[in-house]
């Protein structure tokens, strides 16, 4: 592995774990619940419909609004932060083979 994709992969793990508070807000996720008009407004009113006027535990919709209001759990940064990896060393080889 050389160092362009190490950087790569570090800056991309880093990245998304730095990131993922903002977007979560940005989405609508926020510590006051689900901004009203918002996308994930929409994404719990389909849930809701979906599931009998009730959004399921464990779904995305909950998982995305737990963590908009208590943060990122453990295991969820980690998650985040492979995922980011992975998309940073992607793109490091994607750029090795230009």
Do not use: D, E, K, R
């Amino acid at each position: 592995m050389g160092l362009l994709t190490f950087v790569a992969a570090a800056a991309g793990a880093t990245g998304a774990v730095v990131a993922a508070p903002f977007v979560l807000t940005a989405v609508g996720f926020t510590a006051g619940g689900i901004a009203a008009g918002s996308i994930a407004s929409g994404m719990m009113s389909a849930a809701a419909v979906a599931n009998g006027g009730a959004v399921a535990t464990g779904s995305l919709v909950a998982l995305g609004q737990a963590a908009g209001a208590a943060g990122l759990s453990a295991g969820a940064t980690a998650a985040v932060a492979t995922t980011g990896g992975a998309v940073g060393w992607l793109t490091a080889a994607a750029v090795a083979l230009i």
